[in-house]
């Protein structure tokens, strides 16, 4: 900052280098007694209830001026290009590269397809034992690992139970306990999954202290399930 600008005036320090008041997540509040040099708030930073500008910066630190959004390209459409049909290119009279259409597979006149053998389903699988308690471990654990790669573990006194699940037609069903807590802590991992993903996005950073609070408000309307869980640690909350 030049020595001629005030230092309480927030936009002296937006072409200041290295310090938060030249970040775009800073944001300037009114002056508070005793402070020398404008202060604010982080919109990255929740937990830093006042920042001043000439804080150093963090690894988030995105200057004034020089972001600029540059989209990437999915792994789903890169492999969709790879594996887009093989072009058939031919030389015309005129000598110039020319794209034709890709001659059809030969195939003989009224040749029958051949049918496709697939092996028989089992009617039994040997799974090494015949330990019921061993065999239904086996089996929560192989539900969970496919609907969600949390380890947070359900309260015990509820295993081997069932849970009544009501839809929007006011159908009942009964499933499983394990089967209704793989579902929840899916759900979960998804909401923290995408809470993460948007505080690392760019172009979403002016909203993420709206949309984070959005997703903990909603985690906080599942407090109702925390009576499922082993630990008290892993419970829903919806504080910040």
């Known amino acids: 900052m030049a020595d001629d600008k005030d230092p309480m005036d927030p936009e002296s320090w937006f072409d200041a280098p290295g310090v938060c008041g030249s970040c775009i997540a800073w944001k300037s509040d009114d002056p508070r007694p005793g402070e020398e040099v404008a202060a604010g708030s982080c919109r990255l930073r929740a937990e830093l209830p006042r920042v001043p500008a000439t804080l150093r910066k963090c690894d988030?630190?995105?200057?004034?001026?020089?972001?600029?959004?540059?989209?990437?390209?999915?792994?789903?459409?890169?492999?969709?290009?790879?594996?887009?049909a093989a072009r058939v290119m031919k030389r015309s009279e005129e000598g110039q590269l020319v794209q034709v259409r890709a001659p059809a597979a030969p195939?003989?006149?009224?040749a029958p397809k051949m049918p496709v053998e697939r092996p028989p389903v089992p009617r039994e699988v040997d799974v090494g034992t015949d330990d019921a308690a061993e065999l239904r471990r086996v089996l929560v654990s192989l539900l969970r690992n496919e609907m969600s790669s949390s380890d947070r573990e359900m309260a015990g006194r509820f295993e081997g139970g069932k849970t009544e699940v009501t839809d929007g037609q006011r159908t009942t069903k009964r499933i499983d306990n394990e089967r209704f807590f793989a579902m929840l802590e899916s759900m979960r991992t998804t909401m923290?999954?995408?809470?993460?993903?948007?505080?690392?996005?760019?172009?979403?950073?002016?909203?993420?202290?709206?949309?984070?609070?959005?997703?903990?408000?909603?985690?906080?309307?599942?407090?109702?399930f925390n009576i499922l869980y082993a630990k008290r640690s892993d419970y829903f909350s919806g504080k910040e």
């Open 60 to 84: 988030l630190y995105k200057p004034r001026g020089q972001f600029t959004y540059q989209p990437t390209t999915s792994a789903g459409s890169r492999r969709r290009k790879r594996a887009g």
């Open 107 to 110: 195939r003989e006149s009224g």
């Open 192 to 224: 923290e999954e995408l809470e993460d993903a948007i505080v690392r996005s760019d172009p979403l950073l002016p909203l993420v202290p709206e949309l984070t609070g959005y997703l903990r408000r909603i985690q906080g309307s599942f407090t109702t």
